[in-house]
């Protein structure tokens, strides 16, 4: 088994001089939930490398088990500093996909077309493809083999707009993520702000924050083995 995560590599909150990029625990978290299940993982980002990570992640007050194990795991550390340019990247090559979150997909991968082409590989290979907290941006301009928007009469979940506007960015972020799926059709599901809630639509997985990553990349690991 071999999974895929997909990283950002946008480092600045739009036009603000504030730093951004990927948030530490919804990487860490979901990477040793693979690892630890035997599976094995492989990082890419669209610019390949080091992706940015968001400082605020980094902070005492968002440190978990995951995150201490990731800053003490070297074989880790390499890996992120190396992940492959998502122009090099084919569905073909994996079993599932998994996007961390972190405010930088809302610029990158929102419009990649790397990403939007390789989620659509996944989906055409009947692969689960799965994101958490602001990583369903990456699902914002991707359409089925009809035209229409990939989340449309899906139950989908995401950063909400509550959650946004108590991390005092609503004005900064360039969409706000629960309008915009629910623009595309999504059925959008929310729960109450930073509480675990994941939602499971065929093979399409989505968290809704922080708190959901285990949760997220678990369901992620359940629908495979249902598939195998």
Request: glycine share 6%; hydrophobic share 40%; proline share 6%.
């Amino acid at each position: 088994m071999h999974i895929l995560m997909v990283l950002t590599s946008h480092d600045r909150l739009g036009a603000s001089k504030e730093k951004t990029g990927f948030w530490l625990e919804e990487f860490a978290s979901p990477y040793y939930v693979f690892r630890d299940a035997g599976i094995k993982v492989t990082l890419a980002s669209p610019r390949g490398g080091q992706p940015p990570l968001d400082p605020k992640s980094d902070s005492p007050d968002f440190q978990t088990a995951a995150t201490e194990r990731f800053k003490a795991d070297k074989y880790a550390q390499k890996q992120l500093a190396n992940t492959l340019p998502l122009a090099q990247v084919r569905a073909d090559d994996y079993d599932a996909v998994f996007y961390p979150g972190g405010h930088g997909p809302l610029w990158d991968l929102a419009h990649s077309s790397y990403s939007i082409n390789l989620i659509k590989s996944f989906l055409n290979q009947d692969k689960p493809i799965s994101f958490v907290c602001h990583a369903p941006a990456a699902l914002m301009n991707v359409h089925d083999k009809n035209g229409q928007p990939v989340v449309d009469n899906r139950t989908v979940t995401a950063f909400s707009n509550s959650e946004e506007d108590a991390v005092g960015l609503t004005d900064i972020v360039p969409f706000l993520l629960e309008d915009g799926l629910k623009a595309r059709g999504g059925r959008f599901v929310k729960a109450q702000d930073w509480t675990e809630n994941c939602c499971v639509d065929g093979l399409l997985i989505t968290g809704q924050n922080p708190q959901s990553s285990e949760a997220t990349a678990r369901a992620l690991l359940h629908t495979l083995k249902q598939a195998a």
